[in-house]
């Protein structure tokens, strides 16, 4: 009888404390819906609810809540980092901010975020004519944030680009020929030209940007971060085995890669000197075009 009292003490300091844990419920702030941010951030909320879905049963139950304020990516960042309004948010990958959150590993949009169309004045149409190499780019000057991790790597490259503080800022640039051509996601680029119609833009013929890159989630780094960071690897991994990771991807950018018709178009690599060595190049699985 007393052994078995012994046990019942250990069980209630060791294995009652996980039990409760597990059964309450998780509360995750993500990054609202932000005008500003140029795509549909539903996506990436659609993605994050899915990975979570998939762990209920090894992770206990969740509730998604809106952070306090909208706020650019930029913005969210800095307050996670703070511990103030916000849990998760989804932002292109570069070795500084793998260094300072943690990132989980699986590329939220399989590393289209990298394959870039290049968006002109529709008067330009011949601007970009006979472009092939990178050597043919560097004739040109293209605009980025001046945050933004492609700056850096279009840089890199040995390209010319002007910067702006604030994303809107680039169409006006684009319009008012500051800068020859705005390089956007195969995702991104069909849905501004039409928010932006009275500037009448267009997209470049005949070849396309690409230098391998990643959309992750990324967390704060701390205990609570470390958690939620393997949980949403372990739910993010299991969508992609089962498949329905590829089918959110699909609904979501189907259209805008039958558009791109990228299969038609002579790929322009560029290096990205800002990728980690972790970053998971080698899993076909969770990337779209080879690297």
């Known amino acids: 009888m007393k052994n078995h009292g012994i046990l019942t003490i250990v069980f209630l300091l060791f294995f009652a404390p996980l039990l409760i844990a ?10 609202p819906p932000e005008e500003d941010i140029g795509w549909n951030s539903q996506y990436y909320s659609k993605l994050l609810e899915l990975a979570l879905d998939k762990t ?46 943690l990132p989980v590993r699986v590329p939220l949009v399989k590393g289209l975020i990298g394959a870039r169309l290049v968006m002109i004045n529709k008067e330009d149409d011949r601007l970009f004519r006979g472009v092939a190499n990178v050597e043919d780019l560097k004739e040109y000057s293209f605009g980025q944030g001046y ?7 279009l840089k890199y490259n040995d390209l ?18 500051v800068i020859d051509g705005f390089p956007r996601a195969v995702f991104e680029i069909w849905d501004e030209i039409l928010e932006h119609r ?29 958690e939620l960071q393997k949980r949403l690897h372990t739910g993010l991994m299991e969508a992609i085995e089962d498949g329905s ?30 990728l980690s060595d972790d970053t998971p190049l080698e899993n076909e699985a969770l990337w779209y075009l080879k690297n």
């Open 22 to 31: 597990q059964n309450e419920t998780l509360m995750v702030r993500y990054l």
């Open 56 to 101: 209920i049963d090894t992770h206990g139950p969740y509730e998604l809540v809106p952070g306090d304020i909208a706020m650019n990516q930029r913005d969210a960042l800095k307050a996670m980092m703070q511990g103030k309004g916000v849990d998760v948010v989804f932002t292109m990958t570069d070795k500084t901010r793998e260094r300072v959150l």
């Open 147 to 153: 945050d933004w991790p492609d700056t850096e790597i």
């Open 160 to 177: 010319k680009v002007n910067t702006a503080q604030e994303y809107p800022a680039l169409f006006t640039m684009l319009d008012n020929g």
């Open 198 to 226: 009275d500037q009448e833009f267009a997209v470049v013929d005949g070849f396309y940007i690409y230098y391998p890159s990643a959309m992750y989630f990324f967390v704060k780094k701390d205990m609570r971060g470390a």
């Open 245 to 274: 990771f590829d089918k959110l991807f699909n609904a979501q950018m189907g259209e805008h890669l039958k558009r791109a018709k990228l299969n038609e178009r002579t790929a322009i690599i560029l290096q990205n000197p800002l």
